[in-house]
Structure formats: C-alpha cells, structure tokens
C-alpha cells in the first residue's frame, strides 16, 4: 500500500503565500516524477509543476504550467518522500483543489510493481 498526503492548503489574500506539501508512504522501493495538478470547480484537472527523479540529488529537472512560472516552485526530498509547492504571489484565477502527483515502484508481496499514485487533494482558497 502507498499513500500520498497533501497538506499546506488553505485560505489566502491575494498576493499572499502558500507552502503545499505532499509526504508518500508505504512500501516503497523508489519515486521517479513527482507532481502538483488543480481542478478548480467545474475545470478538468490541469497540471501545475512536476520535478523528475534528479538522480541522487534533489535536483530534478522542473516544468511549470505558463500560468504559474515564476510565482510557483517546486522540490523535494527524497530522503523524506516529500514534494513541496511553494506558492508566491497568488491570485484568485488560483483557487483549486491541489492534488499531489508520483510515479511510485513499490513492493506488492515479492514484486516490485510501478504505478501512478494521487494525494486526496487540498482545497486553496485565494480570496480577499
């Protein structure tokens, strides 16, 4: 079993910060890419930022959604299974249900299986 929890969600002014985690647990052998998606009400989900495996280091390659370059960055450590989305400058056009994304190898009885694991999401609010 593998489990990815979000947390950091919550309600903010416009302009204001937010810091987003997402923390994988369970049988794992390795995560590969990591990623935040949104959905805002009534939006098909869409994808905010991923960060690749980086190899031993934490410094995986970054992509980001045109919307978010230069207010959002994302990282993370892989001693912890954590990916972070830290959020600058938001507006309200952010407001979204925040779902944490990876591609996990974990143990299931004596095989190792790859598949793609979502958090439960968590709500950002953007508002005055």
């Known amino acids: 079993q593998v489990h990815l929890v979000e947390s950091g969600g919550g309600l903010v002014q416009p302009g204001g910060s937010l810091r987003l985690s997402c923390a994988a647990s369970?049988?794992?052998?390795?995560?590969?890419?990591m990623g935040w998606y949104r959905q805002a009400p009534e939006e098909e989900r869409e994808l905010v930022a991923t960060?690749?495996?980086?190899?031993?280091?934490?410094?995986?390659?970054?992509n980001y959604a045109d919307s978010v370059k230069d207010r959002f960055t994302i990282s993370r450590d892989k001693a912890k299974n954590t990916v972070y989305l830290q959020m600058s400058s938001l507006k309200p056009e952010d407001t979204a249900v925040y779902y944490c994304?990876?591609?996990?190898?974990?143990?299931?009885?004596?095989?190792?299986?790859?598949?793609?694991?979502w958090g439960q999401g968590t709500q950002v609010t953007v508002s005055s």
């Open positions: 994304n990876a591609l996990i190898t974990a143990y299931q009885t004596t095989r190792l299986v790859t598949d793609n694991y």
């Open positions: 960060i690749t495996g980086g190899g031993r280091t934490n410094h995986g390659r970054t």
């Open positions: 369970g049988s794992i052998f390795s995560i590969d890419a």
